[in-house]
C-alpha cells in the first residue's frame, strides 16, 4: 500500500500533529507500506525555509514545499502561507506517483480538497484526520462571526470536504458527535484517539531529573502547562490560580512550549507582580519523557464551547509519564471524560480559579495520593490509549480504504 501523508507540519517539527504524522509513518512503514509525506519547508510559526526541499527519513520520503513568509504575526498573514501552502501542496500531490490512499490533516484548514481532489481525479482513497473543526474553533473563540458570510462559506466547504472522504477520523465522543451533526454518516465515521507511546515516555525519577535540577525545584510540588497555548484554551482560569497560590512555597508552575495565548498568561501573571513560576520554550521530542516527569502535575485547558472542537493531545504523554492531569473545561469533553474514567486527575469548570488553586493544594497536602493518581493514568495508557493501540488501527483502517477504493475503481 502506498500512503501519502498532507499536512504543514511534519518531521522534525515537535507540534503535536507533526509528531503524531510521524509516528503513523514510521509505524507504517514497519508493516510495509511506503509512506510519502507533504509538508511545508518552515517550522511551525516561524518565518522562513530551513528545511530541505526533499530528504528520505528512516524509509519516509518526505517532499517540502513553500515556506511560511510571515509566521503567525497575523491573521492576514496566515492566511497567505495557507494559501501559499495550498497552491503548491496541490500542485504537487498530482504530480506525485500515483499513492492508493491519502491522509489528510487539519492544518493548514480545508487542506483536504487535496485529499476530494485526488480521489476525483486519480482514484485515491481519502481520509479526513480531524485534529480541529474549522471553521468551529475560530466561531467559538469569537475570532468569526457565526452567521457572517465568510463563516457560512467555510462552513460548507467542510462539510464538503467530510461527506466526500472514505472515511473521517475523528479523535472522541464530543468530536464524534459534531461531525455526525453536520450530515456525515456514522459508518464513515472513525474514532481513534491522538496518542503517546508508553516505550517512549517512561516516567523519570525527580532526583535524577535534569529539568527541576535546571529550574532549582527541590521538594517543591512542580505544576506544569506543557505545548500550545492556543486560541481554545482558557488562561484566565490558570492565571488566576497561580496568583491565588504566590504565597505558598511548597508550589511552583512551569509553562514551557509556545502559541499566542502564552505571552496573555505571562502578562497576566507580570501584572499581578508574582514569581512562581518559570517558562520555557518548546522541547524536543528527545528529552520528553524527562520533561513531562519533571512536572509533580500537569494542566490543560479548553474554553467552555470548544469541546468536541478540538482535543488536547497532551492528556496522553501525561498519562505515559505517569502524571495526574488537572483539566479545565467541561466535564462533557473527551479529555474530562478519560481522567474522570480512569481517576487519573481533576476536572474544573472555566472560570473557577479557586477551584483550581484548590486541586493543586490538595496535591501538594497528598503525595502519596498524586502518585496513585498518576500510576492510574499510565495503567490506563498501556491497556486502553497507548500508541499501540491506536496505530493498529489505523492501519487496519488504511489497508481498509485502499482495498475498497481499489475494488470500486475495476468495477
Same mark, same amino acid.
Not at 91 to 97: G, M
Given at each position: 500500500?502506498?500512503?501519502?501523508? $498532507?499536512?504543514?507540519?511534519?518531521?522534525?517539527?515537535? %507540534?503535536?500533529?507533526?509528531?503524531?504524522?510521524?509516528?503513523?509513518?514510521?509505524?507504517?512503514?514497519?508493516?510495509?507500506?511506503?509512506?510519502?509525506?507533504?509538508?511545508?519547508?518552515?517550522?511551525?510559526?516561524?518565518?522562513?525555509?530551513?528545511?530541505?526541499?526533499?530528504?528520505?527519513?528512516?524509509?519516509?520520503?518526505? +517532499?517540502?514545499?513553500? @515556506?511560511?513568509?510571515? #509566521?503567525?504575526?497575523?491573521?492576514?498573514?496566515?492566511?497567505?502561507?495557507?494559501?501559499?501552502?495550498?497552491?503548491?501542496?496541490?500542485?504537487?500531490?498530482?504530480?506525485?506517483?500515483?499513492?492508493?490512499? &491519502?491522509?489528510?490533516?487539519?492544518?493548514?484548514?480545508?487542506?483536504?480538497?487535496?485529499? *476530494?481532489?485526488?480521489?476525483?481525479?486519480?482514484?485515491?482513497?481519502?481520509?479526513?484526520?480531524?485534529?480541529?473543526?474549522?471553521?468551529?474553533?475560530?466561531?467559538? &473563540?469569537?475570532?468569526?462571526?457565526?452567521?457572517?458570510?465568510?463563516?457560512?462559506?467555510?462552513?460548507?466547504?467542510?462539510?464538503?470536504?467530510?461527506?466526500?472522504?472514505?472515511?473521517?477520523? +475523528?479523535?472522541?465522543?464530543?468530536?464524534?458527535?459534531?461531525?455526525?451533526?453536520?450530515?456525515?454518516?456514522?459508518?464513515?465515521?472513525?474514532?481513534?484517539?491522538?496518542?503517546?507511546?508508553? /516505550? /517512549?515516555?517512561?516516567?523519570?525519577?525527580?532526583?535524577?531529573?535534569?529539568?527541576?535540577?535546571? *529550574?532549582?525545584?527541590?521538594?517543591?510540588?512542580?505544576?506544569?502547562?506543557?505545548?500550545?497555548?492556543?486560541?481554545?484554551?482558557?488562561?484566565?482560569?490558570?492565571?488566576?490560580?497561580?496568583?491565588?497560590?504566590?504565597?505558598?512555597?511548597?508550589?511552583?508552575? @512551569?509553562?514551557?512550549?509556545?502559541?499566542?495565548?502564552?505571552?496573555?498568561?505571562?502578562?497576566?501573571?507580570?501584572?499581578?507582580?508574582?514569581?512562581?513560576?518559570?517558562? #520555557?520554550?518548546?522541547?524536543?521530542?528527545?528529552?520528553?519523557?524527562?520533561? $513531562?516527569?519533571?512536572?509533580?502535575?500537569?494542566?490543560?485547558?479548553?474554553?467552555?464551547? %470548544?469541546?468536541?472542537?478540538? %482535543?488536547?493531545?497532551?492528556?496522553?504523554?501525561?498519562?505515559?509519564?505517569?502524571?495526574?492531569?488537572?483539566?479545565?473545561?467541561?466535564?462533557?469533553?473527551?479529555?474530562?471524560?478519560?481522567?474522570?474514567?480512569?481517576?487519573?486527575?481533576?476536572?474544573?469548570?472555566?472560570?473557577?480559579?479557586?477551584?483550581?488553586?484548590?486541586? +493543586?493544594?490538595?496535591?501538594?497536602?497528598?503525595?502519596?495520593?498524586?502518585?496513585?493518581?498518576?500510576?492510574?493514568?499510565?495503567?490506563?495508557?498501556?491497556?486502553? *490509549? #497507548?500508541? &499501540?493501540?491506536? $496505530?493498529?488501527?489505523?492501519?487496519?483502517?488504511?489497508?481498509?480504504?485502499?482495498?475498497? /477504493?481499489?475494488? /470500486?475503481?475495476?468495477?
Amino acid at each position: 500500500m502506498r500512503v501519502l501523508i $498532507l499536512n504543514q507540519c511534519f518531521y522534525p517539527d515537535v %507540534v503535536a500533529t507533526a509528531q503524531h504524522g510521524w509516528d503513523l509513518a514510521r509505524h507504517l512503514h514497519s508493516k510495509g507500506h511506503e509512506v510519502t509525506a507533504i509538508a511545508s519547508r518552515s517550522i511551525y510559526g516561524a518565518k522562513g525555509a530551513s528545511l530541505p526541499r526533499r530528504e528520505t527519513v528512516e524509509g519516509i520520503r518526505i +517532499v517540502r514545499v513553500g @515556506a511560511s513568509i510571515f #509566521g503567525k504575526s497575523s491573521i492576514i498573514a496566515r492566511v497567505f502561507d495557507f494559501g501559499l501552502f495550498y497552491l503548491l501542496a496541490i500542485w504537487t500531490a498530482l504530480t506525485l506517483p500515483k499513492h492508493d490512499v &491519502c491522509v489528510c490533516f487539519t492544518t493548514p484548514p480545508f487542506i483536504a480538497v487535496v485529499g *476530494w481532489l485526488l480521489r476525483l481525479l486519480r482514484g485515491t482513497g481519502y481520509v479526513y484526520w480531524v485534529m480541529d473543526l474549522y471553521p468551529d474553533l475560530p466561531v467559538a &473563540c469569537g475570532v468569526m462571526r457565526e452567521r457572517s458570510l465568510a463563516t457560512r462559506f467555510f462552513e460548507r466547504l467542510n462539510r464538503f470536504c467530510l461527506r466526500r472522504a472514505n472515511r473521517v477520523v +475523528v479523535l472522541g465522543r464530543c468530536m464524534e458527535q459534531r461531525v455526525l451533526d453536520k450530515g456525515v454518516s456514522a459508518s464513515n465515521i472513525v474514532r481513534i484517539n491522538v496518542w503517546s507511546d508508553q /516505550e /517512549e515516555i517512561r516516567p523519570v525519577a525527580s532526583a535524577d531529573n535534569a529539568f527541576r535540577k535546571q *529550574w532549582n525545584v527541590g521538594d517543591r510540588l512542580l505544576v506544569m502547562y506543557s505545548g500550545n497555548f492556543g486560541i481554545g484554551h482558557d488562561v484566565e482560569t490558570i492565571a488566576a490560580g497561580v496568583i491565588q497560590l504566590a504565597a505558598d512555597e511548597r508550589v511552583l508552575f @512551569a509553562f514551557v512550549g509556545g502559541g499566542k495565548r502564552k505571552s496573555e498568561l505571562i502578562e497576566l501573571l507580570q501584572a499581578a507582580g508574582v514569581s512562581n513560576y518559570i517558562e #520555557g520554550p518548546y522541547q524536543p521530542r528527545e528529552r520528553l519523557d524527562e520533561l $513531562l516527569s519533571a512536572a509533580d502535575v500537569h494542566i490543560a485547558s479548553l474554553k467552555n464551547g %470548544v469541546e468536541g472542537i478540538m %482535543v488536547p493531545s497532551k492528556l496522553y504523554g501525561v498519562l505515559a509519564a505517569s502524571r495526574p492531569i488537572i483539566f479545565i473545561g467541561a466535564r462533557e469533553g473527551e479529555v474530562a471524560r478519560v481522567i474522570e474514567e480512569e481517576r487519573c486527575g481533576v476536572v474544573i469548570a472555566c472560570g473557577d480559579g479557586n477551584g483550581f488553586a484548590h486541586a +493543586v493544594t490538595a496535591f501538594a497536602n497528598d503525595r502519596p495520593e498524586t502518585e496513585r493518581s498518576g500510576a492510574r493514568g499510565r495503567a490506563a495508557l498501556t491497556s486502553t *490509549w #497507548g500508541a &499501540c493501540h491506536a $496505530l493498529a488501527k489505523w492501519t487496519a483502517l488504511l489497508e481498509s480504504v485502499a482495498q475498497t /477504493e481499489k475494488g /470500486e475503481r475495476t468495477q
